[in-house]
């Protein structure tokens, strides 16, 4: 099928969308729409910087080329830096869909998918939010939430003692639950992003990065492959800690015979009693659900009171009847 078929069955799709469609770019998760369609390009915006960017139909017949001569789909990271649209909006066309779990696109036969948005499952109100079960980090932070809004928190040399022992003990499980969850969302985002290729979020972006660890081979392999290049094994021989601490215990030497010995204090968590902390926690889901409910009531009779008001101004009252 010659790329023009195509092209003009892109624009037909295109020309079909809601105004307000939303498309996602698969690499940087940006959010845009389509501004304008003419002949030769598409002019998209993006959502957050409102800038205009023309996609030229050349390019998107290069991408349309390599799609097709590519091996179980085109590769998304062989895109140019600010090619990242060019997919999503292809995307539209029946023919074309993106896996993000793979990073290709791909031509196909059957069904397919778009990067559209989908606005329909997205919370939008208060009524949608639900308790996430046997999640550490929002139970621990619901109880520090809790100590926080009750103690005068930017004084606290003039808080108790027991108070402080509280909030630290808080703040140590909050972190430590954070820290477990934080690594958990890791490993999902890490099978979604692409290297140099950051992702917005309502709060912040991401970034797929790589760290280098060293640790020496085995010590004779490496003494060895330095003696071989002129260099003495005495050079790079250092005193083993363990080594050190075993002679310690045979000998009449103390410990800071050989170790300089620096001493600092520091407060840490020694137990949490969690028979307390739970029932604590009982206690505010009991609260907030006893002021939703509330909330609800009120507004009940804030839509009847409204109700009654409409039909007094729009209901028919009989005149007062005529005495003969």
Do not use: C
Request: aromatic share 4%; proline share 4%.
């Amino acid at each position: 099928m010659p790329f023009s078929v195509s092209w003009h069955t892109l624009l037909e799709h295109l020309d079909e969308l809601p105004a307000d469609a939303t498309l996602i770019t698969p690499l940087s998760h940006s959010q845009i729409h389509i501004s304008d369609i003419q002949e030769h390009r598409i002019i998209v915006q993006f959502d957050e910087s409102n800038e205009k960017r023309p996609l030229q139909r050349d390019q998107f017949e290069t991408l349309y080329h390599q799609i097709q001569t590519a091996h179980d789909g085109f590769d998304l990271d062989r895109l140019p830096p600010d090619a990242d649209p060019y997919p999503a909006v292809l995307s539209v066309h029946p023919r074309f869909e993106i896996d993000e779990d793979a990073g290709v696109i791909a031509e196909t036969d059957g069904p397919t998918t778009t990067q559209l948005a989908d606005t329909a499952h997205e919370p939008d109100t208060d009524d949608d939010r639900t308790e996430p079960e046997g999640l550490d980090v929002y139970s621990d932070a619901l109880l520090l939430i809790d100590a926080l809004e009750r103690h005068d928190v930017t004084d606290l040399p003039e808080l108790e003692t027991a108070t402080l022992a509280n909030l630290y003990t808080l703040l140590s499980d909050v972190q430590r639950d954070a820290n477990d969850f934080r690594q958990e969302v890791a490993d999902v985002l890490l099978s979604r992003l692409h290297h140099d290729r950051p992702v917005a979020g309502q709060y912040g972006s991401v970034q797929r990065t790589s760290r280098r660890n060293r640790s020496l081979k085995d010590d004779e392999k490496v003494l060895s492959i330095l003696e071989a290049e002129g260099i003495d094994r005495e050079r790079v021989m250092s005193v083993d800690r363990q080594k050190v601490d075993e002679a310690l215990e045979v000998t009449t030497l103390t410990e800071s015979d050989v170790y300089k010995i620096d001493e600092s204090e520091y407060v840490r968590k020694a137990e949490v009693d969690d028979d307390v902390k739970e029932s604590r926690l009982q206690g505010l889901k009991d609260r907030l659900a006893a002021s939703e409910e509330t909330e609800a009531e009120e507004l009940q009779q804030e839509i009847e009171a409204l109700e009654e008001r409409i039909d007094d101004l729009t209901s028919f009252r009989a005149g007062t009847e005529v005495q003969g």
